[in-house]
């Protein structure tokens, strides 16, 4: 293509934290640019907040219907190409869906809904329509993380046997959603957020990182959900037993009252030859630990020798030299430019190859919100 995408915005206004996240990343490889939006249910706020980003005031929308009608009428030369969701999760699903079946590919923040209904609809919406939608589970964009994917499927640590992952973060160890925050407030809203707060917000990440990284499938799984902070109406900590279908064992941590956490992602996958470890606040690392071997550290962007060469798609993820940091902005914009580069693909007729496609789609969107729901069914029991 000899243009950049056009992007379009749902939510993300001024008074909201992860849209800003989300332009950062799309524009980080000069291939999208942002031409319209309905920045927020407030009229006035995503007036503002379009012509803080210097939008044309005339696709400024005031909401998410209209700009949906008013884009497809435009000539194709300049109506968006794609939207990007990042509202509350009660607000994914229709707008999701009401784009694809007007033309445009998706961006969606996760949970990709609130019920798993709602999901498979949204699965047969893009076999339908053909288009693409893209899931922003941000730890898959990780080099250190597909590199770890990468040596799994190559059988580098033999059948994998246990699985641990982890996310614990302390931001929601008191009410917070009755002290003014606004995050927090939805979140804890069964009427916006879904069945669970803690799974749905950082649970699927956990098990989407656990799939993605071990190529295996979640199988069964028993749950154990908590309230902890009186007076929240959702759970706030979440411990999983974990069974996948090769045979092997795991445990999966949530929890959102782990007071002095910030975001300690954390995984550990054994073999039978040996294991592996990463750490979302260490990201460059990924530690190999084999039988009768001395510990190795595989570090992002090092021109390494075989039999140590960094995999394709690690590579293909890297932004900087060795020794300069990637992190969460780094890895969204890998998802965004993997996004980019399947959608222009498929505008000139190609076929995208598999670094570019490596991304979080639909599947991983249904397959999230099955594990909600088991985890839910399972702790009332």
Request: glycine letters at 10%; a negative charge; one cysteine or more.
């Amino acid at each position: 293509m000899k243009r950049k995408l056009r992007m379009g915005m749902v939510g993300g206004g001024n008074d909201a934290f992860i849209g800003a996240v989300h332009r950062i990343a799309a524009f980080m490889d000069g291939k999208i640019e942002l031409v319209c939006g309905a920045f927020s249910a407030n009229r006035e706020v995503s007036l503002q907040s379009g012509r803080d980003l210097f939008i044309d005031e005339s696709r400024i929308y005031p909401d998410y219907k209209t700009m949906l009608e008013k884009e497809a009428q435009l000539p194709e030369g300049e109506r968006m190409d794609f939207v990007t969701i990042v509202t509350p999760n009660f607000l994914h699903y229709e707008p999701a869906k009401l784009a694809m079946e007007a033309g445009f590919d998706v961006v969606v923040e996760k949970p990709m809904t609130v019920s798993l209904e709602e999901a498979k609809s949204l699965q047969e919406t893009v076999e339908r329509t053909g288009k693409t939608l893209c899931l922003t589970h941000t730890y898959s964009g990780y080099p250190m993380v597909k590199q770890a994917k990468a040596m799994v499927a190559e059988g580098h640590f033999g059948k994998i046997r246990k699985v641990v992952v982890e996310y614990p973060q302390g931001w929601l160890s008191r009410l917070t959603e009755r002290e003014g925050h606004a995050g927090a407030a939805w979140r804890a809203d069964p009427n916006r957020s879904g069945k669970s707060l803690v799974m749905g917000d950082i649970g699927t990440h956990a098990a989407h990182l656990a799939e993605y990284i071990t190529g295996l499938r979640i199988e069964e799984l028993c749950a154990d959900l908590t309230t902890f902070v009186e007076g929240r109406m959702l759970d706030d900590d979440g411990s999983v037993l974990l069974r996948f279908n090769n045979g092997a064992k795991g445990v999966l941590m949530a929890s959102q009252i782990s007071a002095g956490e910030e975001n300690a992602v954390r995984i550990r996958v054994y073999g039978e030859k040996g294991g592996l470890e990463w750490a979302n606040e260490d990201p460059n690392n990924l530690i190999i630990k084999m039988l009768d071997i001395p510990r190795q550290i595989y570090r992002t962007g090092n021109n390494y020798i075989a039999p140590y060469t960094l995999s394709s798609f690690a590579t293909h993820n890297t932004r900087v030299p060795a020794g300069h940091p990637e992190g969460l902005l780094e890895s969204f914009a890998n998802i965004y430019r993997n996004f980019a580069a399947t959608v222009m693909a498929k505008k000139e007729g190609r076929t995208p190859t598999p670094e570019e496609m490596d991304f979080p789609n639909v599947y991983d969107g249904v397959r999230g919100m099955a594990f909600i729901d088991t985890v839910v069914k399972s702790n009332q029991k």
